[in-house]
């Protein structure tokens, strides 16, 4: 499965949010493989945040991170940082998908 979310920072936060990431905690990244994400990768453009995760159940990987203290103090870090959160609770499942290129059937 794989999921896009959209988040903004708060003007002024972008060199500090990027500074943060450069010091991923190894015990949330580790939490995050074990909860059962593959890859997730973020993309910058002005203020605006994408991410992409790929991973098994994203309602399961939410669900298995929440009670993580580390990843609770990741969630206080990054909410000084953010002007629009991801909002964990209106049921949708990220970005909704427009289009996507299918894979070439021919090819094999």
Known sequence: MRIALHTRLKPGSQEEYEAAHREVPAELAAAIRAAGATDWTIWRSGLDLFH???????DLLLARLA???????????MGGYLDVPHDYSDGEAGLPVVW???PDQSAE
């Open 52 to 58: 992409v995760i790929d991973c098994d159940s994203y």
């Open 100 to 102: 996507e290129l299918e």
């Open 67 to 77: 009670d993580l203290p580390v990843n609770i103090a990741w969630q206080a870090r």
